[in-house]
């Protein structure tokens, strides 16, 4: 068996355009343009790049992106203001704090600060309560987790009934994403470093969603033959020769990376029925996610 790949590319881009035609019909009639606040604190460097991608998309659909880069040194009390301050802004619809925060900051307190209804996160203790509460529908779902969801809807894969196996249990993805596959009536195991025989437990899962941020430590022996599976792992290795040693890159002559999941992609692809490529699998679908959900806010405060 060779699995059927889930282009999140493809997937991505659809989200983006009917986000895009949303947002031009939107302002066709009156409506101000999305807006989306980034507020980076500190210079990482990935970091950087992730919000520099999320505004880049922001231009691409039609939204307004409002930038706050802030220094690394920046005390609590000042954050907390700058949160206040987008809060009360109109023109803002959605506001993203980059997330690591420098140590010294209390993120819980920041996150928590963030008006639910501009979360578009979804990692505000009120969003992510709602989602663990029957009966209670979240205003903004965590983007990387959605993204996941979203690609097993398309790809027509059933949840309801599903023995589902979510590796990891982070506030960002493995744990939103265990919620989010409860609610659509999966049964759900999570494992995380702790779990014992984690083959074993993997192999009931007729749904596998993976974010442990091991490279390619799911072997396709752990896959359940016909399973779908969703690898969020996003690890960079070292690119070799044929004879072992390292590429080296012409420009820094430094060892050049390849990126890889936390599946071994070749080995699952022999075995599952539905598998995403990293990259180009959760990846695209993580900013994606975000535009939809910056609009989905504007629509909460403007309509
Ligand atoms: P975290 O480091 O926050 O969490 C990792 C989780 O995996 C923890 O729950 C940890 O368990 C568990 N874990 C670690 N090692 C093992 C192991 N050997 N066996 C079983 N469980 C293990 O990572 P994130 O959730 O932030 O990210 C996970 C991966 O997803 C990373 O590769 C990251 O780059 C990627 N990612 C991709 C995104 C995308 O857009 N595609 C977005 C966000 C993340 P414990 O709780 O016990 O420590």
Not at 136 to 159: H, N, S
Not at 197 to 216: F, K, M, S, T
Not at 257 to 270: M, R, S, T
Request: include cysteine; charge should be neutral.
């Amino acid at each position: 068996m060779t699995a059927q790949l889930i282009d999140g590319k493809l997937i991505a881009q659809q989200v983006r355009d009917d986000v895009a035609a949303e947002v031009a019909r939107r302002v066709a009639i009156g409506k101000p343009k999305p807006g989306l606040a980034t507020v980076l604190v500190g210079d990482r460097v990935d970091s950087a790049t992730y919000v520099a991608a999320k505004q880049k998309a922001c231009h691409e659909l039609g939204m307004v992106s409002y930038h706050y880069p802030l220094p690394a040194e920046i005390s609590q009390d000042e954050l907390e203001k700058v949160i206040r301050a987008l809060n009360a802004d109109e023109l803002v619809n959605g506001i993203l704090v980059q997330l690591p925060l420098p140590s010294h900051l209390n993120e819980e307190r920041v996150l928590q600060l963030i008006s639910i209804e501009k979360d578009v996160d979804g990692f505000s203790p009120l969003n992510i309560g709602r989602l663990a509460q029957k009966g209670r529908e979240p205003l903004f779902v965590p983007c990387t987790p959605y993204g996941c969801i979203y690609l097993l809807e398309q790809a027509g894969i059933k949840i309801e009934g599903a023995n589902a196996v979510v590796l990891g249990r982070s506030n960002i993805v493995g744990m939103p994403a265990a919620l989010l596959l409860i609610g659509k009536n999966a049964t759900v195991t999570v494992c995380h470093s702790r779990t014992k025989d984690l083959p074993a437990v993997v192999r009931q899962a007729d749904i596998l969603i993976a974010a442990i941020g091991r490279p390619e430590m799911v072997r396709g022996d752990w896959i359940k033959p016909g399973a779908a599976v969703i690898d969020v792992g996003i690890n960079g290795i070292p690119l070799l020769n044929s004879d072992g040693s390292p590429v080296l890159s012409e420009k820094t002559g430094k060892p050049r990376q390849k990126l890889v999941g936390d599946v071994n992609f070749a080995e699952a692809q022999a075995v599952a029925g539905y598998i995403t490529p990293v990259p180009g699998g959760v990846g695209p679908m993580t900013i994606a996610m975000l535009m939809k959900n910056t609009l989905r806010a504007a629509q909460i405060q403007q309509d």
